[in-house]
Nanobody, 123 residues
């Protein structure tokens, strides 16, 4: 099993920045791609960003492209999501996920999920 623990969420004003972290533990050798998803109140969970096992490949949702950056430190088994120029519509619970696939943008591609961290952007 793989355990994922997110941190770094909080309350920030519009235009501000936050960096989320997700630490993986357990059978991490089975992990390749990692991603971030988010779920706003009353909405379905949606894809935000993904990175390949080496970090050489990244993929973003159009709504965050140019503002968010996903990265990973494999020595620390940690993936990050740097969020800049935050907007009120970015308010959501952000989830980290891990997959044995190279990279994935769909929920169904991920085997392991964290508990989520709340991000609230005030206007």
């Amino acid at each position: 099993q793989v355990q994922l623990v997110e941190s770094g969420g909080g309350l920030v004003q519009a235009g501000g920045s936050l960096r989320l972290s997700c630490a993986a533990s357990g059978r991490t050798l089975g992990i390749a791609g990692m991603g971030w998803f988010r779920q706003a109140p009353g909405k379905e969970r949606e894809f935000v960003a993904a990175t390949s096992g080496s970090g050489d490949y990244t993929y973003y949702a159009e709504s965050v492209k140019g503002r968010f950056t996903i990265s990973r430190d494999n020595a620390k088994n940690t993936v990050y999501l740097q969020m800049n120029s935050l907007k009120p519509e970015d308010t959501a619970v952000y989830y980290c996920a891990a997959t044995p696939l190279l990279i994935a943008a769909m929920e169904s591609g991920y085997n392991y999920w964290g508990q989520g961290t709340q991000v609230t952007v005030s206007s």
